[in-house]
């Protein structure tokens, strides 16, 4: 296991000590500043060690923490990225515990987003992201990011007027605290709910990890639909058998999802 330094800022103390206690209970070792440094200590000389010895630096990360004007948060992150894009590949461990919007410069990192989970689907995030740290197989150009999504229709270039619908949607998905919610376009054969649906997938892109499109017309076409998501997301490998495929996208829907 790693010694794992943890930068933050003042406003993410809660966050970072409770994910220095999860990195404990993985067995590594978190070095929390207000925890190691005591009265008269110099705080340069154990930032400089401690960072330097570092298997990892995990950063917590806000707009707080990105905007901070503190000089030691500012070097910690900076050096952390710098190595992590130079001679230490995965160096740098972002964990993102509010919404915001990452400088271009290190959008494309693998990172965990924990804000707006319960506690328990955050916990198991967060441990599969400190389990999996595979380079990536692709390296995205710095842009927002975006849902996957094989949905196979496309939204007509005027589409327009559907205004209210898309916001009762919108309103329906994000009941219990835009945890799990089941929400029925129902209308007569013909009158645009597979077209308004897309039209609501693609318009709130940014506000998931995936819009899939899952047939229902035959009990096998649901399962080969949920697999394939299983695999583009990564909760089952490619070459997995349809059964424990299944019954691993299944289960990862019901606590993660």
Request: aromatic share 10%; hydrophobic share 45%; glycine share 6%.
């Amino acid at each position: 296991m790693a010694d794992i330094f943890v930068s933050y800022t003042k406003s993410d103390r809660d966050w970072a000590f409770w994910l220095a206690a999860e990195l404990k209970e993985l067995g590594h070792a978190p070095h929390i500043h207000e925890w190691e440094i005591h009265a008269g200590d110099d705080i340069y000389a154990w930032m400089e060690a401690r960072h330097d010895a570092a298997g990892h630096v995990l950063c917590v990360v806000s707009d707080d923490y990105l905007k901070e004007t503190n000089f030691y948060s500012q070097l910690e992150r900076r050096a952390a990225l710098w190595q992590a894009a130079g001679k230490r590949p995965g160096f740098a461990l972002p964990v993102v515990v509010k919404p915001c919007r990452l400088p271009t410069l290190s959008d494309h990192y693998r990172r965990c987003e924990l804000f707006g989970m319960p506690e328990d689907a955050a916990r198991l995030r967060f441990r599969e992201f400190m389990q999996n740290r595979e380079a990536p197989e692709t390296v995205a150009f710095p842009r927002q990011v975006f849902a996957v999504s094989n949905i196979p229709i496309r939204v007509p270039t005027h589409f327009m007027g559907r205004d209210d619908a898309l916001a009762a949607i919108e309103a329906g998905l994000g009941r219990y605290d835009g945890r799990v919610a089941i929400t029925a376009l129902h209308g007569l054969r013909g009158v645009g709910k597979t077209v308004l649906a897309t039209a609501y997938a693609e318009l709130h892109r940014v506000d998931y990890r995936a819009t899939w499109w899952i047939r229902a017309q035959s009990e096998s076409a649901m399962r080969a639909d949920l697999v394939a998501l299983g695999v583009r997301l990564r909760w089952a490998p490619p070459d997995e058998k349809e059964e424990p495929a299944l019954a691993s996208v299944m289960e990862r829907l019901r606590h993660a999802g």
